[in-house]
């Protein structure tokens, strides 16, 4: 399974990003997915995950503020983030079944 993410960048505190991610590979099927994040010199963290059904679960640091969501027709899972904050700052990650991952997609908050 490969996952390539996309949709990181630069904005303002306050601002909004949507980082997509795309899995394709041989025997894909409908998994668990989610989206991780690191920070320089620190342990990544658990941001958000979907279940094969469309359960959603977020991280207490980001609750209310991002929304995870998948289309199982294109294998794609997508984080929104609203009202980001410079805390936020970190490579984000893409996860598929608890066993895969991408390289990342940088997000910087700052004015």
């Known amino acids: 399974v490969q996952l390539v993410e996309s949709g990181g960048g630069l904005v303002q505190p306050g601002g909004s990003l949507r980082l997509s991610c795309v899995a394709s590979g041989s025997n894909l099927r409908v998994d668990y997915m989610g989206w991780y994040r690191q920070d320089p010199g620190k342990e990544r963290e658990w941001v958000a995950g979907i279940t094969s059904g469309g359960s959603t679960n977020y991280a207490d640091s980001v609750k209310g503020r991002f929304s995870i969501s998948r289309d199982n027709a294109k294998n794609s899972v997508y984080l929104q983030m609203n009202k980001l904050k410079p805390e936020d700052t970190a490579v984000y990650y893409c996860?598929?079944?608890?066993?895969?991952w991408g390289n990342g997609t940088l997000v910087t908050v700052s004015s």
């Open positions: 996860n598929y079944g608890l066993s895969y």
